[in-house]
């Protein structure tokens, strides 16, 4: 079995298409694991991912590339705060927000906490996504290394935490602003309706074709004038051939044509 032949067992068994992620990357990540694990060949690896579930898990979290922390890029959550925010409630107070590839949940928590310095947590609700379950158990467990926090203003780390021996708990009332879901960006329907769409340091690992699929799908998903909030490698090219216009760096709209910024 070659390097084609185990991404058509790996999408049989998991629906996911390696196909769509950057080719010299993802196979260089799966080798190393193989290696890790004293397998020799593709065959031998994808027989024990059927036989194994712990492997099988342990090849499902390494896949899902998670890179998270809060406030991660503290000068695009200033933006985000001082003038997108202001400008998305100057329409709706009740704005509906998809962070969709949440990771370990670091990003939506973040969005909950920023968002309550203009909104009680009461009328805030955030859908965060993500492919990997493993993520998704810890993000709803809450639990975070001083690391994790260190861009996090000390005040939010006083008020939205509490101490659990050396580590960070997200309290409750934060936890329950946060609907978390399994949910593939190649693969599952999107959500419609969105006013703010947050996908940050995730499409770098897609190939030109995916992240244009993606990118149609977010607009479809946004309602007009949405925001699309985008990480610090990810800058848009040519934004207007999917009805996107840069309106400030890492932030694109939605029918660009009727909107005025500032």
């Keep these: 079995m070659d390097y084609e032949g185990f991404k058509e067992e790996i999408l049989k068994m998991t629906k996911i298409n390696l196909t769509l992620y950057k080719e010299k990357q993802m196979k260089r990540r799966i080798d190393a694991l193989i290696k890790k694990n004293n397998f020799n060949t593709y065959k031998e690896y994808v027989q024990a991912l059927k036989d194994n579930k712990d492997l099988f898990k342990e090849f499902i979290n390494y ?21 997108i925010f202001p400008l998305l409630m100057s329409r709706n107070k009740k704005l509906n927000i998809w962070s969709s590839a949440c990771s370990t949940g670091d990003e939506p928590y973040t969005l909950v906490m920023v968002l309550n310095k203009m909104l009680p947590l009461s009328s805030i609700k955030i859908l965060a996504t993500d492919i990997d379950m493993g993520a998704l158990e810890k993000a709803k467990t809450g639990i975070y290394t001083s690391k994790s926090l260190e861009n996090l203003p000390k005040e939010m780390k006083e008020k939205y935490f509490t101490m659990v021996g050396d580590n960070y708990r997200v309290k ?4 329950n602003c946060v609907e978390f879901r399994q949910f593939n960006l190649l693969r599952d329907p999107y959500p419609t309706g969105m006013d703010l769409i947050v996908c940050r340091n995730v499409l770098i690992y897609f190939t030109e074709e995916a992240k244009n699929d993606i990118y149609k799908k977010f607009n479809m998903s946004l309602n007009p004038q949405g925001i699309l909030f985008v990480g610090s490698t990810e800058q848009m090219i040519m934004a207007n051939k999917y009805n996107f216009k840069s309106v400030k760096t890492f932030f694109y709209v939605k029918d660009a044509d009727s909107f005025n910024f500032g």
């Design 172 to 175: 409750d009332e934060v936890k």
């Design 63 to 83: 896949l899902t590339i998670n890179v998270s922390e809060f406030y991660r890029n503290p000068d695009q959550w200033a933006v985000l705060e001082k003038e």
